[in-house]
């Protein structure tokens, strides 16, 4: 029997076992192939990005390893994405720092930034059919050297930062426009004090104004939708940071913006699936950047945790797939870099499989008649039913390859012929 036989073969025996529980298998995969993961570049090459105006990246980022074969030019990155991008099924999105810019050569400040100097990474978004989503860059600078940007003391500095921003949301708008795709155009901040300040509001209130100003140009949704992106510390910023959670939900809710969740911002045992009904309930869209923290704020390959299967059943269960952006956040220089976009992408889509499975109607009416101990017993006899089957059939029909090896081979093929050249 053939390879695609035997999925087939186990495909329709999951159906079956699905079925009785009242699950329609074929509903579940057409219904996670309308879902985009926006995949970050900067896996790519260790947050490196094409400017070179400082010597480290700064306000609390830090990439560990080495593994050979690190993109070095945009066109090693795009092809380096392409590949992880083939291997993954479904149809996706880029999502890219505006550190990133392809400018000739020529050192051209970030304030002074504009679509033209991202036309290539456009231009190739089309031909790959990939929608793009977009990120202002406020470290990896001299002006953000001391860890602070849109809230920092200086005038100037603010000022600088503030121009950055409102470049950033044209190129997002122009992204959009000409993808016919909106941008997620996300403001993160590195902001915050290694111990502990005698001033906390102070620095918020120059961030509020900061951003005001950086919204203040209407921009069309259909073409820019912006974000903004809470933190509970890092390196450097330990004890206080500006662009807290509660200072973000605020914001977002009174100003009608994307509230992004991020899965490492937050303390080791708090966990964003528990956040996100409550902020649907004030907002229109949020943005979720998947990471997987361990210990404390740190970006690790996003794999198939208890917390991602919870994150996606929220998504799931309360039908917000079409209001939750979805995009990854790690950065992991010890691993093969395609390898790790694979891992983490799959991970999520098997996540949201996962959800897309569950009995809703069984466990809602159990849950209803407050019969919680048919419920337990279902969300365990849950976990072990052939998902795995399912998963290995819809990589198959969307022409990817088909369990661990078979990715991985290709990936180690593309390392040994391409990767490997590159000193």
């Given amino acids: 029997m053939s390879n695609d036989a035997r999925v087939e073969r186990a495909y329709a025996l999951a159906k079956d076992a699905y079925a009785e529980l009242g699950v329609d298998v074929d509903r579940a995969c057409a219904q996670l192939a309308t879902v985009p993961i926006s ?8 947050v490196g990005g094409f400017e070179r105006v400082a010597d480290e990246l700064g306000g609390g980022l830090a990439v560990t390893g080495n593994y050979p074969g690190k993109a070095r030019t945009p066109d090693e990155l795009r092809a380096d994405f392409c590949r992880a991008v083939s291997l993954i099924p479904g149809r996706h ?9 392809e400018t000739g050569g020529q050192r ?5 930034l504009t679509p033209a100097h991202f036309q290539t990474w456009i231009d190739w978004a089309r031909e790959q059919q990939l929608g793009m989503d977009f990120n202002p860059t406020y470290f990896a600078h001299p002006l953000a050297a001391d860890g602070f940007t849109l809230s920092h003391q200086d005038p100037g500095i603010r000022q600088f930062w503030i121009e950055h921003g409102i470049v950033c949301r044209r190129i997002g708008a122009a992204i959009g426009q000409a993808l016919g795709s909106p941008c997620v155009t996300n403001v993160w901040i590195p902001d915050g004090f ?6 906390r509001r102070a620095p918020r209130a120059r961030l509020r104004e900061a951003l005001d100003a950086i919204f203040a140009e209407p921009i069309d949704p259909r073409w820019n939708l912006d974000a903004v992106e809470a933190k509970l510390f890092g390196i450097g910023s330990e004890s206080y940071t500006v662009g807290s959670h509660e200072f973000y939900l605020g914001y977002a809710v009174a100003k009608g913006k994307l509230l992004c969740l991020d899965a490492g911002h937050f303390h080791p045992t708090e966990v964003i699936s528990d956040k996100i009904s409550s902020v649907l309930l004030f907002l229109e869209e949020i943005l979720l950047h998947v990471s997987r923290g361990v210990r404390w704020d740190s970006d690790h390959v996003v794999t198939l945790t208890d917390e991602l299967r919870a994150i996606a059943q929220e998504l799931v269960r309360d039908d917000h797939l079409r209001r939750v952006h979805i995009g990854l956040d790690f950065f992991d220089a010890s691993i093969n870099r395609v390898a790790a976009w694979v891992i983490g992408a799959r991970s999520m889509l098997k996540a949201l499989l996962l959800a897309l499975l ?3 109607d069984r466990l809602r009416d159990c849950e209803g008649r407050g019969d919680f101990t048919a419920r337990l017993a ?5 976990k072990t039913l052939p998902a795995g089957a399912v998963w290995d059939y ?3 029909q969307a022409g990817v390859p088909v369990g661990p090896t078979a990715w991985l081979n290709d990936v180690k093929r593309y390392e040994s012929e391409v990767l490997s050249q590159r000193r």
């Fill in 39 to 46: 995949l970050h570049c900067w896996q790519g090459d260790d």
């Fill in 93 to 101: 999105r880029m999502n890219l720092h505006a550190c990133y810019a």
């Fill in 108 to 112: 051209v400040a970030r304030n002074e």
């Fill in 194 to 199: 290694k111990d502990t300040p005698v001033d």
């Fill in 358 to 360: 569950d009995p809703l």
């Fill in 378 to 382: 279902l969300q365990e006899d849950l």
């Fill in 394 to 396: 819809y990589c198959l």
